[in-house]
């Protein structure tokens, strides 16, 4: 079963820049690396998606280094509104590269 | 346009009640994914449907669960004898596809609050 590692908790203040790492060492070949946002009461919400080197939109980059085994989330310049859970998934080799297991995600709290 | 849409809101049930919670995806994803969620919890899997059939089960409980996704569009997720344990927010997600790769981004709706007294 692929897995993700990422931390519990993270704290940050206004202004900064937040980079989130998330492991997968046993991403397969095929798998794209996928981020979601979380709010209290919300679903999850998309945020970026990458294969490999830089991906950029309006609201987030991702990093992921050559080998694949990890991947940075970095959100420029946070807001108190960026306080959420941000979860990182990978495919799920025994089930066809399916991106569908969560793990706890990392609690991302801004502070002013 | 319209995003994925879950409904009701919220429930409230007795213990040993049967339920059934109802997703209406984005028009024309193929894909459609159901999770629970607990308090503190990431999401989890439940099951996801390819169209009408149901694709990978393996996330489901045990067999009180059940869920239909008859015209491959809107889908029930029906619960009968709920437990205490089944209370969580069931959260209902679509896709363009399932393939595992760039176009299985899943764009999840609000969820049903279920709770079993």
């Known amino acids: 079963l692929a897995k993700t590692t990422q931390p519990i908790s993270m704290d940050s203040y206004e202004g900064q820049e937040v980079n989130i790492t998330c492991s997968h060492n046993?991403?397969?070949?095929?798998?794209?690396i996928t981020w979601y946002q979380q709010f209290p009461s919300q679903g999850p919400r998309f945020i970026i998606q990458?294969?490999?080197t830089k991906v950029t939109n309006e609201v987030a980059s991702l990093f992921i280094p050559a080998d694949r085994k990890s991947s940075t989330l970095s959100l420029p310049r946070v807001s108190l509104s960026d306080t959420a859970v941000y979860y990182c998934?990978?495919?799920?080799?025994?089930?066809?590269?399916?991106?569908?297991?969560f793990g706890p995600g990392t609690r991302l709290s801004v502070l002013p | 346009g319209a995003g994925v849409s879950q409904t009701p809101s919220n429930k409230v049930t007795e213990k040993g009640k049967y339920v059934e919670l109802r997703c209406d995806p984005i028009s024309g994803h193929t894909a459609l994914y159901w999770y629970r969620q607990s308090l503190g919890q990431g999401p989890e899997f439940l099951i996801y449907?390819?169209?009408?059939?149901?694709?990978?089960d393996s996330g489901l409980p045990n067999d009180r669960f059940f869920a239909v996704r008859p015209e491959g569009s809107v889908s029930t997720l029906k619960i009968q004898r709920t437990e205490r344990g089944d209370s969580a927010v069931y959260l209902c997600?679509?896709?363009?596809?399932?393939?595992?790769?760039?176009?299985?981004?899943?764009?999840f709706g609000p969820g049903t609050r279920l709770t079993v007294l």
């Open positions: 990458g294969y490999k």
């Open positions: 046993n991403i397969a070949t095929n798998d794209y």
């Open positions: 997600a679509s896709s363009l596809t399932a393939s595992g790769g760039h176009t299985d981004t899943q764009y």
């Open positions: 998934l990978v495919g799920d080799e025994e089930n066809y590269g399916q991106n569908f297991v």
């Open positions: 449907f390819q169209g009408t059939g149901a694709a990978d």
